[in-house]
């Protein structure tokens, strides 16, 4: 199993630009997230998913947009990149949502805006 | 918002010292995991805390979760170089979102 996978690992946009950052898992996980993370603010819940076509808003959604159409894949949209939004991305997978289920990390997507 | 505080911010100790990082929220927790950060790395699952005051231990860790199930503690005993990361707790209170702590950055001195 590869577990979670990300792309890109690194990438610079310009302000306004928009793009897509991709992720997968290859375990069969219903529970995925995006999550943030900056320096010395922790990691903070973008968007997350409970299943294939079920999505909802985190600690921090604005400025993204999140789908899942499959189980292995839930991308994450930028819209209109802004420079608050540099940060390092990590998406994560769990077996299913609820106590018992550890969350597996993603090596993560640097990005910066400028 | 839901809110989990973490302390210390960064802690630097001796080789062979103990360590320990502490989590905390205002209301009850439903759940708290803990993860460990290597420099450069991702988040790795440590281990999840769910009965009010249970104690697990893993080798030299030992975790705590509160009997009011709003704090919880991580003890290194006897620290060595492999323990450096940063340790973050993510307390889980309706079991679909996590509020990660800010993470407690362990520096090791040999």
């Avoid at chain 1, 973008?46 to 894949?73: K, L, W």
């Avoid at chain 1, 998406?91 to 106590?99: D, I, K, N, Q, W």
């Avoid at chain 1, 597996?104 to 805006?113: D, K």
């Avoid at chain 2, 630097?12 to 439903?30: A, I, K, M, P, R």
Wanted: glycine share 10%; proline share 5%; hydrophobic share 30%.
């Amino acid at each position: 199993n590869a577990g979670v996978t990300q792309t890109p690992k690194f990438q610079v946009l310009k302000t306004g630009q928009s793009m897509t950052l991709q992720c997968a898992q290859d375990m069969n996980h219903e529970y995925m997230s995006w999550y943030r993370q900056d320096p010395g603010m922790g990691l903070r819940l973008i968007h997350y998913s409970v299943g294939a076509g079920i999505t909802d808003q985190g600690e921090v959604p604005n400025g993204y947009n999140v789908s899942r159409s499959t189980t292995e894949d839930f991308p994450l949209r930028l819209l209109s990149a802004a420079p608050s939004q540099t940060s390092v991305y990590f998406c994560a997978s769990s077996e299913r949502s609820g106590p018992g289920y550890e969350q597996y990390f993603g090596p993560g997507t640097r990005l910066t805006v400028t | 918002g839901q809110q989990v505080m973490q302390i210390p911010q960064y802690q630097h100790v001796q080789e062979g010292e103990d360590f320990t990082t502490y989590c905390n929220s205002s209301t009850t927790l439903s759940n708290i995991q803990w993860y460990k950060q290597r420099p450069g790395g991702h988040p790795v699952f440590l281990i999840q805390l769910v009965k009010s005051g249970e104690v697990k231990k893993q080798k030299r860790l030992t975790f705590q979760f509160g009997e009011a199930k709003k704090n919880s503690s991580l003890h290194i005993t006897a620290t060595q170089t492999t323990d450096v990361g940063t340790y973050f707790c993510a307390g889980d209170y309706t079991g679909n979102q996590f509020y990660f702590g800010t993470g407690t950055s362990l520096t090791v001195i040999p």
